[in-house]
């Protein structure tokens, strides 16, 4: 199921903060500090804007995907779980 790729994706970044591996990217982005992690939201939020408004499909997905490792990699990096942003969107939902 897809699910499945969402929760993989959570756990190789959780791994990589207690088990750094040596090139990682995501170590990089975990090392670096949320000023790293801002800057990279924000590229990939314009990234995605540039995309809807001009691109094709793919690009759209290709850049919703990059959006959405960087933001579990930003949970991570302050500790919240994904689970939790799960949590909060059931609570939204039906109102």
Same mark, same amino acid.
């Given at each position: 199921?897809? !699910?499945?790729? /969402?929760? +993989?994706?959570?756990?190789?970044?959780?791994?990589? &903060? #207690?088990?750094?591996?040596?090139?990682?990217? !995501?170590?990089? /982005?975990? +090392?670096?500090?949320?000023?790293?992690?801002?800057? &990279? #939201?924000?590229?990939e939020?314009?990234?995605?804007?540039?995309?809807?408004?001009?691109?094709?499909?793919?690009?759209?997905?290709?850049?919703?995907?990059?959006?959405?490792?960087?933001?579990?990699?930003t949970?991570?990096?302050?500790?919240?779980?994904?689970?939790?942003?799960?949590?909060?969107?059931?609570?939204?939902?039906?109102?």
């Open positions: 199921m897809e !699910t499945q790729i /969402l929760e +993989n994706l959570i756990f190789t970044v959780r791994d990589r &903060k #207690i088990n750094p591996v040596e090139g990682s990217y !995501t170590c990089t /982005l975990l +090392n670096e500090g949320k000023n790293k992690l801002i800057k &990279k #939201i924000g590229e939020t314009a990234e995605l804007i540039q995309a809807i408004s001009s691109e094709s499909d793919d690009r759209v997905i290709s850049e919703v995907s990059d959006l959405v490792y960087h933001l579990i990699v949970l991570e990096s302050k500790n919240i779980k994904f689970e939790d942003v799960f949590i909060e969107l059931k609570r939204r939902f039906g109102k």
